[in-house]
């Protein structure tokens, strides 16, 4: 971004950013402006009131996704028992001496909890492109090895995206791999709210020998922005909550496992 660009300039600039990176902080932008933050907030006033970007607490996110993308903290709550019976379905899939791959996103933090509580486990590598999933693995340590991917940081989801994320995922075969999701339809496949993590989430299907989706009764039937891939990409789907009949049986009709998860 140029510094001292005029305010039509400088709000194209923000919208740029905005989009190409899914969330931009106001002192990011005033420090790339070489603005002040008060500035920054009136441009992303006049870009919100023009219907061209969102603003969030701390920053400004793309339209098309702020009526569909919530912040990593404000998901924490939503379908919470469902999410933590998830994690223990899927935890309960890994065994001593395997390789996982774990998403990002706050099901996969519940993967994450009922990793580290798994006392029996041991010699387990764990691949993450979730800071906040490392984190929460690092209870585990030295019990697990934890390899975080490298990449451009997305502070909505504290997940690291492309570029770098995949390039380091190519270099890789494991196991299982652990694949949160927005939608999953019988039709059109998995997807999700947001490009750049979508990117990132094919890689790591391609990655792995088995690939699982972790996905809450919310979920299911829904479709997003982003393409996933097909249901027959992966393996099984582990859900939990209410999960509508005729989508479950659509889903198992299609070739994939759904695995029910007792909340």
């Known amino acids: 971004m140029d510094d001292a660009a005029p305010a039509a ?6 919208l740029r950013a905005v989009t190409e990176r899914g969330f931009l902080r106001v ?4 420090t790339e402006l070489g603005v002040s933050v008060v500035t920054v907030r009136s ?3 006049a870009l919100e009131a023009g219907g061209s970007l969102v603003r969030v607490h701390g920053g ?3 339209r098309s996704l702020g009526a569909s993308e919530s912040s990593f903290e404000t998901s924490l709550e939503q379908e919470a028992a469902a999410k933590r019976a998830i994690g223990r379905r899927a935890a309960g899939l890994v065994s001593s001496g395997q390789s996982v791959l774990l998403d990002v996103g706050t099901t996969a933090l519940a993967v994450a909890h009922a990793l580290a509580d798994r006392r ?3 010699d387990v590598l764990v691949v993450t492109n979730g800071l906040t999933i490392a984190l929460a693995l690092e209870a585990a340590m ?3 090895t934890v390899v975080v991917t490298g990449g451009t940081l997305r502070p909505l989801q504290h997940s690291l995206v492309n570029p770098f994320a995949s390039q380091f995922l190519e270099t890789l075969n494991v ?11 019988p039709d059109r496949g998995v997807t999700n709210v947001n490009l750049p993590e979508a990117e990132v989430k094919r890689r790591m299907v391609l990655s792995a020998e088995r690939a699982i989706l972790i996905a809450d009764s919310s979920k299911l039937g829904r479709t997003r922005l ?5 249901i027959a990409d992966f393996d099984a789907l582990i859900t939990a909550g209410d999960a509508p009949a005729d989508v479950v049986a659509r889903l198992r009709a299609a070739g994939l496992t759904v695995l029910l998860a007792d909340s």
Do not use: E, K, S, T
Request: aromatic share 6%.
């Open 9 to 14: 300039v400088r709000r194209d600039q923000i």
């Open 27 to 30: 002192a990011d932008a005033a």
């Open 43 to 45: 441009d992303l006033a």
């Open 60 to 62: 400004a996110m793309p």
């Open 120 to 122: 029996d486990l041991d």
């Open 142 to 144: 030295p019990r697990f």
């Open 175 to 185: 196991d299982l791999a652990f694949i949160g999701c927005n939608g999953v339809d």
């Open 226 to 230: 982003g393409n996933v891939g097909p």
